[in-house]
């Protein structure tokens, strides 16, 4: 990455710092973090156990929520404040701009994870603190795959309102009504849909795969089997896979958006 | 960098023809302004230089040698865009601080900068405290910071109170002086007409006349309006001034009040004081009346 790249990297991360609504589902994630820890650390050994899942239950809540306004923003809203031009101006090339903002956001967002899981740790035991460690690579890689995605969305909108209503209807249909829509569909066609089918659909969507990912971790490699879930997920190297798909995709489709753009700004 | 060309710039989108064989050049040490009516394609030619607007076809010089629009283009222009809103969780210093690093220009340009543009006491403020002018300096800053040898400017004067006009007068002036280029587009022409070298006037994505302001005022063939100040409106002199005056011009004469006005060409302007002084005693005052810019602006629209 060139002088431009790294300049506007650092200024992202800056600017992003600054922004209030992260700053606040930030602390939010922080607080709620440090309460599950806490209630983890008051309980008996069986409750503490789960302080971990439910942890990953609120991670995978907020942290795609805070990776989608993080992101949403990122290219339409230097569009409409009139300064993307200015940015392009400057000796660097268009995927070096999307490159630049993903890093620089990306930077921002491990800082919110890592306060979240960080108050978590504080207020957990020893034993807890090791679990909710664990979870900081996971989570990481579940909020850069949202923070992609909302760069893309952002790559994609003509205007800032429809890129905030856009990672709003994702975050509903990616963290809420994903499983649903699978559990529906197993219904609809009444188990003509295979296990291995059930598998990918859940894998395909980074919240899935991260909850099933954690709670292979938490439980180990058949505890879906056990709940009568068919999914199950692939190896390590399947699930790196799927991950660098979810980070790497989004970005590249977005810096080829603005760089196929006949007018850009 | 001493002159660049960009020569029959052609830009359609969605088959809309934008700019259709359009021509411009900068030399060292001038100021170059477009005008325009809205969607006349001064914008897009300004985003064509910068290599924001992909265009069908274009050839561009630099010191008369082929060049692209790349990086090493980009590292001589400084551009401030129409209507920038900057961040408004930064302060100014912040700002400048990004470009500055952007543009590896040390960190020592920033105060020295701020002060340029009259931004020296409001530099560690959040930009959300600045007024629209302070932002319209604010982004004048960030063109400059890097001393370009181009200075691309649109719309500058949008939103400026007196004392920013004053900073980017003082901007230009420094640029032309400096031998250094200068390319401006506004809607302000008598504001901006003694601070620029030439003109270049687009409609419809074509260049319908480019020159100086004295060229293009003689291109236009305006008229210039004479005002004779009569000593005795019921003076019968007068009344024969009147009618000597009808017959010696095709323009308009006219009575207006205790004063008589007439329309000519600027060559007959001469002639007429000629004319008038063989009427000692009837005219006390004189006052000519150069064809505005916008009046010569409008006629060239108006003729393209």
Redesign the interface.
Known sequence: MGRVGRALLWHEFRERTRDRWVVVISVLFALLASGVGLYGRGAEADVAKLAGPSLVTLASLLVPLVALVLSQDAIVGERERNTLGLLLSLPVSRTEVVLAKFLGRALALAIAVGLGVGAAMLSSDHEQSQTLLALIGPTLLLGFAFLALGLLISAASRRQATAASMVVIAWFLLVFFYDLGILGLLVVSDGAISDAWVSRLVMANPAGLYRVQMMQAFAGPDVLADLGVAARAPGAAGIWALWIGWLTLPVLASGALLARRKIVA | MKSFQARGVSVT?RRTSVLDDVSIGGEAGRALMLVGPNGAGKS?LI?VL?????PDFARFEVDGQPHAID??W??R?G?L???????E??TGR?LLQ??A????VGREAIPRVLERVGLEAAGRQRIRGYSRGMRQRL?LG?AILSSPDLLILDEPTAGLDQEGLEVLWRVIAEWRSAGRMVLTSTHDLALMERRIDTICVLKKGRVCATGTSEELRRSAGLPHRIWLALADPADPRAATLCEVLSRWTDGTVERVGDRIRIDVPADDVLELMKLQGGFPGVVTGVRVEEPTLDSIYAQILGAA
Not at chain 2, 50 to 54: C, D
Not at chain 2, 81 to 87: D, G, Q, R, W, Y
Not at chain 2, 101 to 104: D, F, H, L, T
């Open positions: 989108f897009t985003k910068l290599g924001l607007v992909r990086n090493q980009k590292r222009v551009y865009p129409e209507a920038v809103a900057f961040s969780n930064l912040q990004f470009f690093n952007a543009r590896g982004g960030v």
